[in-house]
T-cell receptor, first 113, second 113 residues
Framework: GQQLNQSPQSMFIQEGEDVSMNCTSS?????WLWYKQDPGEGPVLLIA?????ELTSNGRLTAQFGITRKDSFLNISASIPSDVGIYFC?????????????FGAGTQVVVTP | NAGVTQTPKFQVLKTGQSMTLQCAQD?????MYWYRQDPGMGLRLIYY???????DKGEVPNGYNVSRLNKREFSLRLESAAPSQTSVYFC????????????FGDGTRLSIL
């Protein structure tokens, strides 16, 4: 199957700083999804991207679907303590498997006051 | 809104014991999924059910069986638990079709001694 490489693995940032993380694939993706997981809970969908070049925002979060369709980026602006958690990228395993998601290993974000 | 409910939340088993993890959703979703989450590896799909009456293997199905009991419920069974199955298990559900987001439960934390 396709391999998703997510980086960085972890980030320690101060409140108010911006955060950037990315995900790359060895194969083309038709959809990129970004999830956040709070401690002790399941992942929650933040942003979904469906077209190459698409730039979508959700509050302080902005995600982009790379032009090559092999990468995606998530930015968090002006971080706050509740941004703490693990952020995952995900996409369909193959072009015809809309429901079978493959996840990156996650980026752990820690925000200090 | 209950969403996706998983039971139990925690369980400790001995090697060789059997166990069924329960999952129910109240969002009238057609499709349901079981994932496992291990440190540093993101979420991996075990089995999924595109619709009531159908099930199919995901990325890591060995050692597991599933039952789609009705539209609401999708259970995961470990017939003979092994230490390698120590993990956090997540159930998710979605409407069927392209670009339908998956909604996750809060997970079952399973330890096998």
């Amino acid at each position: 199957g396709q391999q998703l490489n997510q980086s960085p693995q972890s980030m320690f940032i101060q409140e108010g700083e911006d955060v950037s993380m990315n995900c790359t694939s060895s194969s083309i993706f038709n959809t990129w999804l970004w999830y956040k997981q709070d401690p002790g809970e399941g992942p929650v969908l933040l942003i979904a991207l469906y077209k190459a070049g698409e730039l979508t925002s959700n509050g302080r979060l902005t995600a982009q679907f790379g032009i090559t369709r092999k990468d995606s980026f998530l930015n968090i602006s002006a971080s706050i303590p509740s941004d703490v958690g693990i952020y995952f990228c995900a996409g369909p395993m193959t072009t015809d498997s809309w429901g079978k998601l493959q996840f990156g290993a996650g980026t752990q974000v820690v925000v200090t006051p | 809104n209950a969403g996706v409910t998983q039971t139990p939340k925690f369980q400790v088993l001995k090697t060789g014991q059997s166990m069924t993890l329960q999952c129910a959703q109240d969002m009238n979703h057609n499709s349901m999924y079981w994932y496992r989450q291990d440190p540093g590896m993101g979420l991996r799909l075990i089995y999924y059910s595109a619709s009531e009456g159908t099930t199919d293997k995901g990325e890591v199905p060995n050692g597991y069986n599933v039952s789609r009991l009705n539209k609401r419920e999708f259970s995961l069974r470990l017939e003979s638990a092994a230490p390698s199955q120590t993990s956090v298990y997540f159930c998710a559900s979605s409407f069927t079709g392209d670009n339908q987001p998956q909604h996750f439960g809060d997970g079952t934390r399973l330890s096998i001694l």
